[in-house]
């Protein structure tokens, strides 16, 4: 039972433009979500969190907006640039809870 | 460095053999997970300690794992009897707070291959 879910395995952008990366959950009692970036052959690194009392969590080219009645988060990198080509992870926790991982998109941003 | 240190990289084993994971936590983090991350898909939560206690092993797949931290700090995974499906990369990663939600510091992995 898969509670965060990213339906794109992969995203390609290019530099300069908007990258928009999608989180679907299913558990309603998360309240608090993640993002995390990850190169290969490295762990992730913590990219940007947000609380389920906000909508909108905003840091530089970072932004995350959850949308609680659509149990829906996305992930906004503008402008996109080549080092952003990772793989991106949304996670959610419910009260305090262990994380819970997506599978990850690949985000490729061409040059 | 001052990140979270796991060792070794890569460990190849025969299926059947015991092996033995570590991690080194930042140093006066308080909290400490492994998590498992099989190709292709996200990191899955094996298990979770606040210092030495051992608060949450729900995600521990099977009696063949086993994780310790006798002393709060260094944390060793171990897995016997290895089998295939055991073929994964390993993460290890630390917090200061105690509490399980906070964004975690993970290690580089170990990259287990069970043949």
């Known amino acids: 039972d898969q509670q965060v879910k990213q339906n794109s395995p992969s995203l390609s952008v290019q530099e300069g433009r908007i990258s928009i990366l999608n989180c679907d959950y299913t558990n309603s009692m998360f309240d608090y979500f993640l993002w995390y970036k990850k190169y290969p052959a490295e762990g992730p690194t913590f990219l940007i969190s947000i609380s389920s009392i906000k909508d909108k969590n905003e840091d530089g080219r970072f932004t995350v907006f959850l949308n609680k009645s659509a149990k829906h988060l996305s992930l906004h990198i503008v402008p996109s640039q080549p080092g952003d080509s990772a793989v991106y992870f949304c996670a959610a926790s419910a009260n305090g809870n262990k994380l819970v991982f997506g599978a990850g998109t690949i985000l490729r941003v061409k040059s | 460095g001052a990140g979270v240190s796991q060792s070794p990289r890569y460990k190849v084993a025969k299926r059947g053999q015991d092996v033995a994971l570590r991690c080194d936590p930042i140093s006066g983090h308080v909290s400490l997970f492994w998590y498992q991350q099989a190709l292709g898909q996200g990191p899955e939560f094996l298990t979770y300690f606040q210092n030495e206690a051992q608060l949450d092993k729900s995600g521990l797949p099977s009696d063949r794992f086993f994780a310790e931290r006798p002393e709060g700090s260094v944390s060793t995974l171990k897995i016997q009897r290895t089998q295939q499906e055991d073929s994964a990369v390993y993460l290890c990663?630390?917090?200061?707070?105690?509490?399980?939600?906070?964004?975690?510091?993970f290690g580089n992995g170990t990259r287990l291959t069970v043949t």
């Open positions: 990663a630390s917090s200061l707070p105690p509490r399980t939600d906070s964004p975690l510091h």
